[in-house]
């Protein structure tokens, strides 16, 4: 059973930086897409970025380009968002999510195919404070 397990929320002023880790478990990431999605109260989930762990080709938001980044470490099975020049508006559940067949969803614009994510983490939450 796959299991992806979120880490490193907290609480931070703005202007900060946190690194948030997703570790996997009953799965290896290999040549597959995952992505970091979040949801403030009262809001719809969006995504932040996405990842090819085959290649490392990455993807970005607009409101969170230029301050966040995506990265995994295959050999410890972990994805990373660092998360810097934390704003107010940034505060929400974060969630790690993985498409394990592959790349089914992609970010042109704006998000399609999320219907192939079938692994998600039970979320850490992020609060920046003004």
């Known amino acids: 059973q796959v299991q992806l397990v979120e880490s490193g929320g907290g609480s931070v002023q703005a202007g900060g930086s946190l690194r948030l880790s997703c570790t996997a478990s009953g799965y290896t990431y290999s040549s597959n897409c995952m992505g970091w999605f979040r949801q403030a109260p009262g809001k719809e989930r969006e995504g932040v970025a996405r990842i090819y762990t085959g290649g490392g080709s990455t993807s970005y938001a607009d409101s969170v380009k230029g301050r966040f980044t995506i990265s995994k470490d295959n050999a410890k099975n972990t994805l990373y968002l660092q998360m810097n020049s934390l704003k107010p508006e940034d505060t929400a559940m974060y969630y790690c999510?993985?498409?394990?067949?592959?790349?089914?969803?992609?970010?042109?614009?704006?998000?399609?195919?999320?219907?192939?994510?079938?692994?998600w983490g039970q979320g850490t939450l992020v609060t920046v404070s003004s």
């Open positions: 999510a993985a498409d394990l067949a592959g790349c089914g969803f992609s970010l042109l614009g704006s998000w399609y195919g999320l219907d192939a994510l079938d692994a």
